[in-house]
């Protein structure tokens, strides 16, 4: 970085976005922005992993706020993806039976159970409502449950889902 940019960086910034914004829809820069980033690809996607990594509690604070304001259109955009690549869809979940072999043992003993009127059905403990899903509390337990709808199940799955994460 040289000394001019060091001493006038408010200036500099300033002038470029003014320029940015003049410019942003000339078919000139358009195309050699266009240009720059099918040569630079891998240095894009690099100087990106770079940034997310170290602003990424920022970032990953920023992308969950995102999806709980637009939680409907994310899961319609998700659905749409698993219809438009099927394959990638069944491979997503070939591998996540694989890594959670027990656990889907456990859902399925635990679906059986109820079906058979060894374990009571109840009310989703949220709301109430009567169409529920059984949310396993731990990982062995099959009866270690509790009964939610759909929408407070998976809302349930994501904040396990985010501790992971961020205790990873
Ligand atoms: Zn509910």
């Known amino acids: ?6 001493e006038n960086k ?13 410019h942003k829809n000339d ?12 040569e630079n690809r891998e240095k894009i ?3 990106g992993r770079k940034w997310r990594n170290n602003s990424k509690k920022k970032y990953v604070r920023g992308y ?21 690549n ?24 635990t679906s059986l159970m109820i079906k058979e009127g060894e374990i009571e059905k109840k009310p989703c403990n949220v709301c109430g409502q ?10 062995i337990n099959p009866f270690n449950i509790v009964f ?7 809302d349930r799955k994501k904040q396990e889902y985010r501790k992971k994460k961020d205790n990873r």
Request: proline share 1%.
């Open 1 to 6: 970085m040289n000394k001019y940019y060091q």
């Open 10 to 22: 408010e200036k500099v910034i300033q002038r470029t976005r003014e320029w940015y914004q003049q």
């Open 27 to 38: 078919k000139d820069y358009i195309e050699k922005k266009k240009n720059y980033r099918t």
């Open 45 to 47: 996607k690099k100087d």
């Open 64 to 84: 969950r706020n995102y999806i709980d304001e637009h939680i409907i259109e994310t899961r319609k955009k998700a659905r749409n993806y698993s219809k438009e």
């Open 86 to 109: 099927p394959e990638k869809t069944l491979e997503c979940q070939r591998r996540y039976r694989e890594k959670n072999k027990a656990y889907m043992k456990m859902v399925i003993e």
């Open 130 to 139: 009567i169409e529920v899903m059984a949310y396993h509390l731990d990982r």
């Open 148 to 154: 939610l709808c759909k929408e407070h199940f998976w």
